[in-house]
């Protein structure tokens, strides 16, 4: 049989294949480049995504203690002498804060004296009680900043530490009272010579909760003024009933 008739039929199936194949080419290019310009576009996104992550970081909640995390007022001075403002603490997993108002009793309006509860486990430990002294009914609220105070109202060692206690709104009425109690080490309570460095001091200087005035209670006794030591600890104003 004669086959060119063959060779023609086969070189005319080869032609469609040809063109087949040529635009699947096509559109598997296409597909890939819209799957790139895709991932650029995720890539962006992502990208945006993570700076407005990052700039938002840093605000965190990291203002939750700052104010007065010293423990001693000094974080929080301005040129007011007894301005009301907010503290907050997070202490052993107990997260508190205040916010004083208006009728927050200012230092003025406040006589601080200390009632002695005794010793034991080589610790010391006492009441600082707050007497409201005005005629005008006011408000207590959160923690006091506490230190040692040497001579020439230099203070002496590191200042109290908070101990965690959640807290509310203590009232006073004219003549009213409330307290916070404070723990001490007594003596050097185990630490050494070195380390404790007992020192003589003449009081306790006192921030009222949320103020920048300080109280001064006089008090003539000993403490470890060592800078590694961190013995001094307070607890938040309270009702008569809970001391």
């Known amino acids: 049989m004669p086959l060119k008739p063959a060779g023609r039929a086969i070189r005319g199936f080869v032609g469609p294949v040809a063109v087949l194949a040529a635009a699947a080419l096509g559109l598997t290019a296409c597909s890939s480049s819209d799957h790139a310009a895709g991932s650029g576009n995720a890539a962006a996104a992502s990208s945006a995504s993570g700076g407005s992550t990052a700039s938002a970081a840093?605000?965190?909640?990291?203002?939750?203690?700052?104010?007065?995390?010293?423990?001693?007022?000094?974080?929080?001075?301005?040129?007011d002498p007894d301005t009301t403002g907010s503290t907050g603490s997070s202490t052993a997993g107990i997260s508190?804060?205040?916010?004083?108002?208006?009728?927050?009793?200012?230092?003025?309006?406040?006589k601080v004296t200390r009632k002695d509860e005794g010793a034991g486990a080589g610790s010391a430990y006492s009441v600082l009680v707050f007497t409201n002294v005005s005629g005008t009914t006011c408000t207590l609220t959160g923690y006091p900043g506490v230190s040692y105070v040497a001579a020439a109202g230099v203070q002496s060692g590191n200042a109290a530490q908070r101990d965690g206690s959640a807290y509310s709104k203590v009232t006073l009425k004219p003549g009213g009272t409330a307290g916070a109690r404070v723990r001490d080490a007594n003596g050097l309570s185990g630490y050494s010579p070195a380390q404790c460095q007992l020192t003589s001091v003449q009081g306790l200087r006192i921030y009222p909760p949320n103020r920048k005035a300080a109280l001064f209670l006089p008090w003539k006794t000993?403490?470890?003024?060592?800078?590694?030591?961190?013995a001094l600890t307070v607890g938040p104003v309270q009702p008569n009933a809970h001391w």
């Open 222 to 230: 000993q403490h470890c003024a060592g800078s590694t030591v961190h």
């Open 58 to 79: 840093p605000g965190g909640n990291g203002s939750s203690a700052a104010p007065d995390s010293a423990g001693d007022g000094s974080a929080v001075a301005s040129s």
């Open 96 to 110: 508190t804060k205040s916010t004083a108002t208006g009728t927050g009793c200012a230092s003025s309006q406040l």
